[in-house]
């Protein structure tokens, strides 16, 4: 049997909708849950199910031309058809959302993990930096270099002028 291997991403879709022999899917109703779910969540489904009931409310009406009606105007009927649909979609819809918190504590950990090793990796850096910084201090600058130089130069030049003199006065 196919191991799945994240529950954040979906699997490839599949055009059948038997099962190979031999093969369970256990998804295979969650899954379900979540595309009626879907569909029960969308503008088309309103959309059709006001057509519906308004064809059935103007077909079943007491009014108009003499035809067969199958619920007269309380509606027992309609009334236990649309119970039975709301009986079947609460537990679909819970069921989906079941399985999109399962996904989301799922991302949640990932997030978690690459949260915490982005910040073991800012630490890190941060102490390599700070040991390049020390590592600096101790380093010989331009600057110090510069300075050093123009000491020597003048310690030299204050040589040459002592060795002058004395130069000049033997």
Not at 79 to 94: E, F, G, K, W
Not at 142 to 163: Q, S, T, W, Y
């Amino acid at each position: 049997m196919a191991e799945r291997a994240r529950l954040d991403q979906p699997r490839a879709v599949r055009r059948t909708f038997r099962p190979r022999r031999g093969e369970v899917d256990p998804e295979r109703f969650g899954r379900f849950a979540e595309s009626t779910a879907r569909f029960l969540g969308t503008a088309t489904f309103i959309a059709w199910m006001t057509v519906f009931v308004a064809f059935w409310i103007g077909w079943n009406m007491p009014y108009g031309p003499d035809r067969p009606r199958w619920d007269e105007y309380p509606f027992i009927f309609l009334t236990l058809i649309l119970s039975l649909q709301a009986s079947y979609a609460a537990p679909l819809i819970l069921l989906a959302q079941n399985r999109q918190e399962a996904r989301d504590r799922v991302t949640q950990e990932q997030d978690r993990d690459a949260t915490a090793q982005a910040n073991a990796d800012m630490e890190f850096l941060a102490r390599e930096v700070a040991s390049l910084r020390l590592g600096i201090g101790e380093v010989a600058t331009r600057d110090f270099i510069r300075g050093e130089l123009r000491n020597l130069v003048n310690d030299l030049d204050k040589r040459d002028e002592a060795a002058e003199d004395d130069d000049t006065k033997s």
